[in-house]
């Protein structure tokens, strides 16, 4: 397998600047207010905003998640770097809830951001880690399914933008 297949690449503009996009992804109280999916809208346990940090959160969806990043780089603000998971109440890493498919249990995501007459162009580049090949291949398998949940997790930060 080529290592490109296992990137995932997603581009969107905001009208707002780069610190604001910045500032919403590093703000706990912003964060609960437009990350994660759209029918599971969550609750910020914990976050620590620094390279080594995490953030720790509950989506309260049909059923109850838990997720977790673990924060790697941090370049205000131009680019924030962290392992996404599914987790337990503890904060621990779980396999994630999905009967029958084997997603990886740890994403290496990276955003970038520029700006450009005051719209933010937010660079989403993501992969697995300390994946098996059936996870690689779930995860490849899955890509329309991470378009339409960033894309709706990205209507909501849209919303949250235009409304601050």
Known sequence: MEPKDKIFTLTRTFKAPR??????FSDAEALAKWWGPVEAPIDVIKLDFRPG????????????N??????????????IVWVNSFANEKGEIIKPPFEGIDVPREMLVRITLSENN?????????EPINASEKEIDT???IRESMVQGFGGTFN????????I
């Not at 838990?66 to 680019?79: L, M, R, T, V, W």
């Open 19 to 24: 610190k604001k996009v910045f500032d919403a």
């Open 53 to 64: 940090g995490f953030f720790h959160y509950k989506m309260k969806g049909a059923q109850v």
């Open 66 to 79: 838990y997720g977790i990043f673990h924060y790697k780089e941090i370049d205000a603000p131009n680019s």
């Open 118 to 126: 005051g719209a933010t162009t937010l660079t989403l580049v993501s």
């Open 139 to 141: 995860f490849n398998a």
């Open 156 to 163: 909501q930060l849209e919303n949250y933008l235009a409304g």
